[in-house]
């Protein structure tokens, strides 16, 4: 009797737990393995060209389609376990050397990869009304050298949120307000650059006080929404202080503020 041969279910499952498509390798389906491979691929192929994670929807259609393709491959992989192979395929079985080859060059590739993105979680009253407590949020790490795929520093714009790094080595979220160059103004109860009122700074209160001060060069001048005053040593950050920019709310209590864009 022609009996198929069995497929380690425990195996297929913890193969396309680890990597989508290798539980499709190792019950011989490679051509739905190539299907997911395809479409994983081409997913971080499109980060890499239009950054699709760096809007909400783009970042939520992506993890979608990814986590689908992830229970698809762990679902197929399963079902093709429990049927076994033919006695044809099982001669031919070259399965779990493909799948080492396989696990080895992905995920080799992966881990020298840097990702561009990272979460940050907002524990403080500090950026309100901008940002309320206990939200998450995206940020486009900034590039260092050209060494990876993140932000050139070039596209940072006053208004803009980033994430610093202070002298004890935290990373916290500040308003950019000023650049290297910019002329800062504190007069009439509000701040100015270079003439212009700066409206984030509305909630500062600056009664009777008055100064004038130039950004130096590779120096960037960064303020709370409500917060520190508008200047002291809190508030001056060279370049590479400057870890990313903040791009939306991923998360937060009040569904409507998910997706907001800064």
């Not at 060494?147 to 202070?166: H, T, Y």
């Not at 950019?176 to 701040?191: A, H, N, V």
């Not at 130039?214 to 870890?243: K, M, S, W």
Request: charged share 20%; with cysteine; proline share 6%.
């Amino acid at each position: 009797m022609n009996r198929p041969v069995k497929r380690n279910i425990l195996s297929a499952f913890l193969l396309s737990l680890l990597i989508p498509f290798s539980g499709l390798i190792y019950t011989h389906k490679p051509l739905r393995a190539l299907l997911c491979a395809s479409i994983t691929l081409l997913i971080f192929a499109l980060e890499s060209m239009v950054s699709i994670f760096s809007t909400w929807k783009g970042c939520a259609v992506s993890l979608t389609v990814l986590g689908f393709v992830w229970l698809y491959s762990i679902i197929a992989s399963l079902r093709a376990a429990q049927r076994g192979l033919s006695r044809e395929e099982a001669c031919h079985d070259i399965g779990p050397w493909i799948v080492a080859w396989a696990l080895a060059v992905i995920l080799s590739i992966v881990v020298t990869i840097p990702f561009p993105y990272r979460t940050y979680d907002m524990s403080s009253l500090r950026m309100l009304p901008t940002i309320r407590e206990g939200e998450y949020l995206v940020g486009r790490l900034l590039a260092v050298g050209g060494r990876d795929k993140g932000m050139p520093p070039e596209m940072l714009q006053p208004g803009d949120i980033v994430a610093i790094l202070d002298s004890n080595g935290v990373q916290r979220l500040r308003r950019l307000t000023g650049l290297p160059g910019d002329l800062l103004e504190i007069r009439d109860e509000k701040l100015w650059r270079n003439s212009e009122a700066i409206r984030s700074a509305e909630n500062l209160h600056l009664p009777g006080y008055t100064a004038a001060w130039r950004i130096p060069a590779d120096t960037y001048y960064v303020l709370e929404d409500n917060g520190n005053p508008p200047h002291d040593t809190t508030t001056v950050f060279l370049r590479e202080d400057i870890v990313a920019k903040i791009l939306y709310v991923l998360w937060s209590a009040d569904r409507n503020r998910i997706g907001i864009s800064f």
